[in-house]
């Protein structure tokens, strides 16, 4: 299982786009499944932080991705924020 650290929203988008295509599913194919519009696929893959994470959440179960949050060593601070990481693990 591979594990992808995530810092940033901006990180986001390439990940769940990702995750998408390794899944063999469209964003037609995930728009049905979250009941939304294509476009609103679209959108969210382009601006995931606006993304509510209810819908983050339904979107990363269509797209078999766990989210995992663990506590960084206290020496590993994050140069931006030094708040916990997300890592996101594909199934």
Do not use: H, Y
Not at 1 to 29: G, I, N, S, W
Not at 56 to 71: E, S, T
């Amino acid at each position: 299982m591979e594990e992808f650290t995530v810092r940033t929203t901006a990180q986001l988008p390439t990940l769940l786009k990702a995750f998408r295509k390794t899944a063999k599913l469209t964003q037609a194919d995930v728009a049905m499944r979250l009941g939304v519009t294509q476009q609103t696929v679209s959108a969210m893959e382009r601006n995931a932080e606006s993304v509510s994470a209810e819908r983050l959440m339904k979107l990363m179960g269509i797209l078999g991705v766990d989210l995992v949050l663990r506590a960084r060593p206290a020496a590993s601070p994050s140069p931006d924020t030094g708040r916990e990481l997300l890592t996101l693990d594909s199934w």
